[in-house]
C-alpha cells in the first residue's frame, strides 16, 4: 500500500469518501454485512483506487484515512482486511502527527483557524473521528484531543477583543460575502458542533484528556449564547461574526447546519457531562424542529448532507438516547415518507448521492425494531 502526493482530479475523485466509490463501498460493506450481498463486491468497490492520497489534502473523507475508515466498517470486528488496516494504522498516525504539529504551531503564531484544519470532512475532527475507532487509547488519539481542547481557548480579534479559538479569517463556501471579517462556525459538518460532538463521544468511550470536561462546557455555553428561542422552537444560527449571531431563521432541518445535527451534539454532551436540563433542551429543540409546519417541505433532496437521509439517521440515533423514545417514532415515519417523495439523486456516492440515501433508508422503520444498525454513520459522528 503505498502513498501519493497531492492528488489530480481523477484520483481524489476515486478515493473521496463524500461524493466517489469509497463512499459507495460503504452501501456494499452494508449489505454484505446483512446478508444482502456479497463480500466480494466489497473488495471490488475499494480496488482500482490508485496509490492513496496522504498529503495535507487527506482527510476522513479523502485518501488513507477514507480508506482507513471503509476498511474499519467492512472488517466489523473481525480480521478482514487485517493486513490493510495495520498499514494504513501506521499511514493515518504519522498523518496525524504532521497534521497537530502544523496546527499548534499556527496557534502558537497567533494565527487564525480554517475549517481545513479542525473539521469533520478535511480536518483533525474527521482524523479524530477515525483515530476513536481505530486507536480509541492510541497517542494520536488523546494528541487529537488534546488539540481540540486548545482549540476552544479564546483568540485575540483585530481589536484584541476576545473571539472563539475556532474563528476562521475566510468565509463560507456557501456564501463567500456572508461574513467579511470572518466567523466562528456553528455547523456539525465545518464548525465547533463536531469537535463538540467528538469530544463528547470520546468522552463516553472513556477517553479523556486535560481540560476535556471543561472545553465541552465552554463550548456549550457558545452555544447557548447564541441560542435563539421563539414560539416556533429553539434554532442556532450558523456563524458569528464581528457584528453577532447570523439570523437564525426557520431554515433546512439538515444534519450538517441545521437544529438536527447541533441536537444531536449537545444530547451526547449532556449525556457525558450529566447536564438533565441540556439533554431535555436538544431533545425538544429537535421535536419542535420537525414538527414546525412547513419544516420538513424545505427538504429538497433524499441525501446525508442536507437531505432526508441525514435528517432520518440524526433522528434516530437522538431517539436511541433521549428520555422519550417514542416521541420520536411518528416522525421518522414522516421523514421516511418525505424520503421516498424526493426525487432519487443523480450522483451514486455517499454524502449527498444515491449511498447515503439508501444506507439510511435500510433503518427505516418498518419493523418492530427500527433502531439504526452499523456504525457506518461514524463519519457523520452520530455514534
Keep these: 500500500m503505498t502513498a501519493a502526493p497531492p ?39 475499494v480496488s482500482g483506487t490508485g496509490p492513496l492520497i496522504d498529503g495535507p489534502d487527506a482527510g476522513l473523507y479523502l485518501g488513507a484515512p477514507a480508506m ?27 498523518h496525524t502527527r504532521r497534521r497537530l504539529a502544523a496546527a499548534h504551531a499556527r496557534i502558537d503564531a497567533g494565527s487564525h483557524a480554517t475549517f481545513a484544519e479542525y473539521d469533520l470532512f478535511r480536518g483533525l475532527t474527521g482524523i479524530g473521528a477515525l483515530l476513536l475507532r481505530r486507536q480509541p487509547q492510541g497517542a494520536e488519539t488523546k494528541a487529537v484531543l488534546e488539540y481540540l481542547v486548545r482549540l476552544t481557548h479564546p483568540v485575540p480579534g483585530p481589536a484584541r477583543e476576545p473571539l ?4 476562521v479569517g475566510h468565509p463560507p463556501a456557501t456564501d463567500t460575502a456572508a461574513t467579511p471579517g470572518g ?24 477517553i479523556t484528556v486535560d481540560g476535556h470536561e471543561d472545553a465541552i462546557r465552554r463550548i456549550c455555553r457558545w452555544l447557548d449564547g447564541i441560542r435563539q428561542s421563539d414560539h416556533r422552537g429553539v434554532r442556532w444560527p450558523r456563524w458569528t461574526t ?38 431535555r433542551m436538544a ?41 422519550s423514545p417514542g416521541a420520536f ?30 444506507l439510511a433508508f435500510q433503518d427505516a422503520p418498518d419493523s418492530d425494531d427500527p433502531a439504526p444498525q452499523g456504525q457506518w454513520d461514524a463519519c457523520l459522528l452520530l455514534t
Design 242 to 279: 464581528q457584528h453577532g449571531p447570523a439570523p437564525a431563521l426557520p431554515t433546512v432541518p439538515s444534519w450538517c447546519y441545521g437544529t438536527p445535527g447541533l441536537a444531536r451534539a449537545q444530547q451526547l454532551a449532556a449525556i457525558v457531562l450529566g447536564d438533565h436540563d441540556r439533554k
Design 183 to 206: 466567523h466562528a462556525n456553528a455547523g456539525m459538518a465545518h464548525g465547533i458542533t463536531g469537535p463538540l460532538a467528538l469530544l463528547a463521544l470520546a468522552m463516553r468511550a472513556g
Design 164 to 167: 472563539p479559538g475556532w474563528w
Design 7 to 45: 492528488a489530480d482530479t481523477g484520483l481524489a475523485s476515486r478515493q473521496s469518501l463524500a461524493h466517489g466509490p469509497l463512499g459507495a463501498a460503504l452501501l456494499s460493506v452494508e449489505r454484505a454485512r446483512r446478508g444482502a450481498g456479497d463480500w466480494a463486491q466489497v473488495h471490488d468497490s
Design 68 to 94: 482507513a475508515f471503509v476498511l474499519h466498517v467492512a472488517a466489523d470486528g473481525t480480521d478482514r482486511y487485517a493486513g490493510a488496516l495495520h498499514r494504513l494504522d501506521g499511514i493515518v498516525a504519522a
Design 283 to 323: 431533545e425538544r429543540a429537535l421535536l419542535l424542529c420537525m414538527t414546525d409546519p412547513g419544516r420538513l417541505d424545505l427538504i429538497a433532496d433524499r441525501g446525508l448532507c442536507h437531505g432526508f437521509g441525514g435528517l432520518l439517521r440524526t433522528v434516530q440515533r437522538v431517539a436511541q438516547d433521549a428520555d
Design 329 to 358: 417514532a411518528a416522525l421518522t415515519g414522516r421523514i421516511t415518507t418525505g424520503l421516498l417523495a424526493a426525487a432519487v439523486p443523480d450522483a451514486s456516492g455517499f454524502l449527498e448521492g444515491k449511498a447515503g440515501a439508501a
